[in-house]
Each structure stands twice: as C-alpha cells, then as structure tokens.
C-alpha cells in the first residue's frame, strides 16, 4: 500500500476543538493527527477520533503485515503505540486515558528497554481504575514521522528499524509532558508489582 508522499510543510495542529474530530466525520485529505496527506477513502477512523480514514487504513494495513507477514514481532507494541499517541481524540475519557496509556508505553520501551508483554502489563496498570484525567498537553506540533514511513518496508529489519525511528520521533513530539507520563509509568510499575506480590 503506497501513499503520496506526504507535504514537507505542515499547518499547526488545531489546539482547540480537537476533541471534535470524531463527531464532525472528518473527511479531508489531511489526517487532522498526523498531517499525513492521502486520498480520502470512505471507511472507519480509529475509535477516538483522532485519525483520518485514510490514515487508518494505512495503520490498520501496517498492522496486518505485522500479524501475518511479519508473524507479531516484538517492534508492534511500539507502532501501535507510537501511532495512538500521534493520533490524541480527547472528546472522551477513555480517549484522554489511551494517550497517556500510550505514551507510557513508548516511555518503557524507548527509555527503559522494556518489552512487549512487561510493557503491557504496567500499560494496564496506569489507569486500573479508568479514571478520567487532564488530557496530556500540549499536543504536539505535527511531525515528519508518520505511519506512512512504516509502509512499504521490503523486509523486517527495515520494517523495525522503521517504525522505532517513528516512535523515537513521536515521543520526543511529547517532551514537555515527559515528566508527567514517567510519573505515571513509575506509578503503574509499583502498582504492577504489589498485585504480584500479593
């Protein structure tokens, strides 16, 4: 699946009404997460509304070749995260709540050399109360890392080396809210370890 390269100048992120974007059907060329430019297709948007359609279909293409081609390897858990943080919906609180769950876990994997399934594990530690809490801010300005860049890599190497490029980018993206998210990591690992050692 090949996209159009994408613009290298890209319009500031809408800080205001950002949480929005899933219930005005966004159907621009543009994803209003990313900035990545592609043709608008008619189809679904990830579940918090941060996402074009088209930039979905890319994610959700990246995705596949992972589960099949790829047979899971241990770089998902970073494209899965890098992506749902590049794309905040904040119209709700489990929207709020998946981007800090995801930033925490690009935190573990880029700074603390965690990997897939201990990431996971403190990732459903964060929140287990499904709190509702103070959107992670401010968003980002758009960066010239998408999941586009992840597309058509010709083999697994490329393919990993990739997207932890991507996700390397997409959390530096977050550094004024860096503190904050290892807060929170550091608080789901404690958290993670007394249901352990009970």
């Known amino acids: 699946m090949t996209l159009p390269p994408r613009a290298h100048t890209m319009a500031p992120r809408p800080h205001e009404g950002h949480g929005d974007l899933g219930d005005r059907g966004d159907r621009s060329r543009r994803c209003p997460g990313c900035g990545l430019d592609a043709p608008a297709v ?3 948007t990830d579940p918090y509304g941060g996402a074009s359609a088209a930039c979905w279909a890319a994610f959700q293409h990246v995705t596949v070749r992972d589960y099949g081609e790829f047979r899971y390897p241990e770089v998902h ?12 919906g904040y119209a709700t609180p489990a929207g709020r709540r998946s981007v800090a769950v995801h930033l925490v876990g690009l935190c573990l994997a880029l ?21 509702d809490i103070a ?36 959390w530096r993206s977050w550094t004024p809210t860096h503190v904050r998210v290892r807060q929170w990591a550091d608080q ?7 249901v352990r050692a009970r």
């Open 188 to 194: 789901a690992t404690a958290r993670g370890r007394s």
């Open 135 to 170: 959107a992670p801010e401010p968003i980002p300005a758009l960066t010239e890392v998408t999941v586009a860049s992840v597309l058509d890599a010709p083999d697994l190497a490329s393919h990993s080396r990739l997207a932890r490029a991507w996700a390397e980018a997409v």
């Open 77 to 88: 858990r970073l494209i899965v995260d890098a992506y749902m943080s590049q794309h905040p």
């Open 42 to 44: 008619d189809g679904p």
């Open 111 to 131: 700074e603390r050399g965690a990997k897939g399934k201990a990431i996971g594990k403190i990732m459903a530690c964060v929140f287990p109360d499904k709190q």
